[in-house]
């Protein structure tokens, strides 16, 4: 049984909304980034490597979101286009709003960190009038990254396209997408989380993330089965957990359960994983798959990705997922 039906009537897969940085990761890898002298340039903000990772499968994508008018602006643009994303719903700012910058520190494959530079970044400046309701409508799927939600009017232009693809019959996918930055308390995270996570038809986030969101909800024994139940009785008809190299698991509204392991990586940083995994955990869906082979199909796109000094430019092809995977079924 298709575990998931999405609509068919409409020309695009899959519209994302929010975050569009740069990602500057560490060439001197595997030591602090008080050692580090250079860095490489890559399209970056976790909605966007979701977006491409979608496009390098073949699915039709766009994006909705704001840049800064400066050469960051244009060349996350540029970049977009050149993989194939329609960028007719990405805006320019025009008020000296920045691009956000994620400098990625490589300690060792399992020491990763994040420094974020996202003070007036042009992508928390997306106006709710600036959502266009029509490539929504005409999207199979939006994703809605959480981290969107952090600041005014990203907030409300986030939650109008929620009430826009509602409208429309698109599904919503939510990557909870927790960053410490940019919020103001933890409170606040919570209640716009909810807020995202009860229009979603699909729900992925981590423990840690779904702690956050759920921190109002009572029941301290946050178990993945409770956080699964709870959020069938809104939208959800999936909710993901992801345990890092522990793997995943996720439920279905009807009452299944799915564990999902991992594919050995020769891991050069821990980022880009769970954009990876997302995305090749709704291809799969999207092909109308079984949610387990969905869930080994972003495993291992995961796995291509950590062993990648990239997320965005690792996000892989079909032929090489495929080829990846053909290693361990011949083992
Ligand atoms: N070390 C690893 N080796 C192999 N697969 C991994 C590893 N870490 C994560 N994965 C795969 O990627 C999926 C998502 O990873 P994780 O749970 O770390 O999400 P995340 O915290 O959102 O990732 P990110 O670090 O990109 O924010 C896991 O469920 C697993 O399938
Ligand atoms: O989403 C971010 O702001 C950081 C990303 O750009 C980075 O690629 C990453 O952390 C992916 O998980």
Known sequence: MVPVTF????????????????????????????ETMTFTKYVGGSPANIAIG????????????????????????????????????????????VTGLAFTEIKSPEDCSILMYRDNVADLKLEPGEVDEALIASSKV?????????????????????????KHGTKVIFDIDYR?????????????????????????????????????DGNDERNDQVT??????????IVVIKHGKEGSIAYAKDGSSH?????????????GAGDSYAAGFIYGLMQGWEISRSMEFG?????????SHSCSDAMPKLEQVEAFMRQFKQA
């Open 7 to 34: 609509p068919t009537d409409k020309p695009l897969d899959f519209v994302a909304i929010g975050r569009l940085c740069i990602d500057l990761n560490a060439n001197e890898i595997n030591r602090p980034m008080e």
């Open 54 to 97: 979608m496009s390098r499968l073949d699915m039709k994508s766009a994006f909705i979101g704001k840049v800064a008018d400066d050469q960051m602006g244009r060349f996350i643009v540029q970049y977009l286009h050149n993989n194939g994303i329609d960028t007719s719903g990405v805006l320019t700012d025009r008020t000296g709003a």
């Open 142 to 166: 939006l994703l809605v990254s959480g981290t969107a939600l952090a600041k005014s009017p990203s907030r409300e232009a986030v939650l109008l396209a929620l009430r826009y693809a509602r």
């Open 180 to 216: 410490p930055y940019t919020w103001t308390n933890p409170q606040e995270t919570a209640i716009y989380y909810h807020a995202a996570a009860e229009k979603s038809d699909i729900i992925i986030g981590t423990r840690e993330e779904f702690d956050m969101l759920e921190q109002f």
């Open 228 to 237: 699964a139940s709870q959020w069938f009785s809104h939208h959800a008809e």
């Open 259 to 271: 564990r999902g392991s991992i594919f050995p990586a020769k891991v050069i940083k821990t980022f």
């Open 299 to 307: 495993s291992a796109c995961a796995s291509i990705v950590i062993s």
